[in-house]
Structure formats: C-alpha cells, structure tokens
C-alpha cells in the first residue's frame, strides 16, 4: 500500500512484497568460451560464446559479429559506438547484450530479431527513442536504459511481457505512462533521478512489483492502494 505523501524532494522505497528478487543480469559461467580479440574469435567462430569487447577504443561494430552464431553474450561497453550493425540481429542464441558507456544514439530495426535475448543494458549513451522491432523481444527479463535521453518510456518496450526488471533512471521522464502498470511481470521499477511529479492511478495491476524507486523533486497528495 502506498501512503499518502505531501513530503518535497523525498526519496520514495516502496516495499510490495518481501521475496528476494532474483537478478536477471548475466552471471559468469567460467565454463563458457569467452574471447576479448575479434580477430582470435574469428579464427574459431563456432566456438565462441562469450565475446568481450569492451574498453577497445572501437568506434564500429563489425558487421562479421553475425558469424558466431553460438554466442550467448556480448560485451562492448566503454567504447565509441554510435549504433550497432544490422547483422547484430542474425544471433539467435544472444541471451545477454551490454551496450553500456558508448555513445549510442539509435539502434537498427533488426535488433527486435534477437529471439533470446533475456539481458538488454544500454545505458550511458544517447538513445531518445528505440526502433517499433523492440516490442518483439518477448525474451527479455532485465532491461537497463540508465543515463540516456528518453523523455518518456518507449511505447514498444510496454509490449514487452516478462520484463522482470526495468531501469530507466536518469533520464528526463516527466510522467509514468499507463502503459506501464500492464507490464506486470516487473518486480523491481527504477525510475529514480527524471522530472516525474506524481505517480498516476494503476500502479495496484503491477502484481508482482516488489520494489519502486522514484524520486520526487515535487510531489501532492498522492493515494494509492
């Protein structure tokens, strides 16, 4: 239950339910192939499943990235991309994909291809908006857009049904679309550091929400069971 507040940039922690949520972040297998060199992974594209390139100064990903079709996850944070090849959608077994501190300001349509995806991490980049293909990505269970420049959340990612956690803080949010409160797989919402000012009806229908993190720089009355 959610109580009513009259309170001026207070720090908002609802507690649902008291269950653990488990992480749905990629967790190491030391089992997997991993590869930090594109050009070593390239000499075994079978055998690669997990593909490190971060911190490697790329200003591109290259289009060869579509030959390991047995990669299971991909890393390429802290590098200088802008966007991300088409061929990023021809990975059909991609579980996990981090994006994270590049420069990414649109994504190709062809990344809704990515039928396993279950980890999505994009933040610290650029992104206002994401392609209509995102929506089919029925998979995903952890979806991070922290630190980009959305002003609202994407229509597509509400067709998004078994998000288990989602994180759009700091952003420039204003309000928390409707659509929202239908994704109700979410168990843990993060919608710290926006512009949001008031929590509108519906947050009752995300059933299985567990935890809530908002900020309000202003905030009314606010009732909600």
Same mark, same amino acid.
């Given at each position: 239950?959610?109580?009513?507040?009259?309170?001026?940039?207070?720090?908002?922690?609802?507690?649902?339910?008291?269950?653990?949520?488990?992480?749905?972040?990629?967790?190491?297998?030391?089992?997997?192939?991993?590869?930090?060199?594109?050009?070593?992974?390239?000499?075994?594209?079978?055998?690669?499943?997990?593909?490190?390139?971060?911190?490697?100064?790329?200003?591109?990903?290259?289009?060869?990235?579509?030959?390991?079709?047995?990669?299971?996850? &991909?890393?390429?944070?802290? $590098?200088?991309? @802008?966007?991300? #090849?088409? /061929? *990023? %959608?021809? +990975?059909?077994? =991609?579980? !996990? &994909?981090?994006?994270?501190? $590049?420069?990414? @300001?649109?994504? #190709?349509? /062809? *990344? %809704?291809? +990515?039928?396993? =995806?279950? !980890?999505?991490?994009?933040?610290? $980049?650029?992104?206002?908006?994401? #392609?209509?293909?995102? %929506?089919? +990505?029925?998979? =995903?269970?952890?979806?991070?857009?922290?630190? $980009?420049?959305?002003?609202?959340? #994407?229509?597509?990612?509400?067709? +998004?049904?078994?998000?288990?956690?989602?994180?759009?803080?700091?952003?420039?949010?204003?309000?928390?679309?409707?659509?929202?409160?239908?994704?109700?797989?979410?168990?843990?919402?993060?919608?710290?550091?926006?512009?949001?000012?008031?929590?509108?009806?519906?947050?009752?229908?995300?059933?299985?929400?567990?935890?809530?993190?908002?900020?309000?720089?202003?905030?009314?009355?606010?009732?909600?069971?």
């Amino acid at each position: 239950m959610i109580r009513q507040l009259a309170w001026s940039g207070i720090l908002l922690l609802f507690l649902f339910t008291f269950p653990a949520c488990d992480s749905t972040e990629p967790e190491d297998d030391p089992d997997i192939n991993e590869y930090h060199s594109l050009e070593e992974a390239l000499k075994n594209p079978d055998l690669v499943q997990r593909l490190n390139l971060g911190n490697q100064g790329l200003e591109e990903l290259s289009p060869q990235i579509s030959v390991f079709q047995n990669l299971e996850e &991909l890393i390429v944070e802290n $590098n200088y991309l @802008t966007t991300l #090849p088409p /061929e *990023i %959608g021809s +990975l059909p077994k =991609l579980n !996990a &994909l981090t994006v994270e501190r $590049n420069s990414i @300001t649109s994504l #190709p349509d /062809e *990344i %809704g291809n +990515l039928g396993a =995806l279950a !980890a999505f991490s994009m933040a610290y $980049n650029r992104l206002d908006t994401l #392609p209509l293909t995102f %929506g089919n +990505l029925q998979a =995903l269970e952890y979806v991070n857009l922290t630190r $980009n420049r959305f002003t609202t959340v #994407p229509q597509t990612v509400m067709n +998004l049904t078994n998000v288990k956690r989602f994180n759009m803080e700091t952003n420039y949010l204003t309000t928390i679309p409707a659509g929202v409160y239908n994704m109700t797989s979410i168990m843990r919402l993060t919608l710290r550091s926006n512009n949001i000012e008031s929590l509108p009806d519906g947050i009752g229908q995300m059933v299985n929400l567990e935890l809530l993190w908002l900020v309000f720089e202003r905030l009314g009355d606010m009732v909600r069971d």
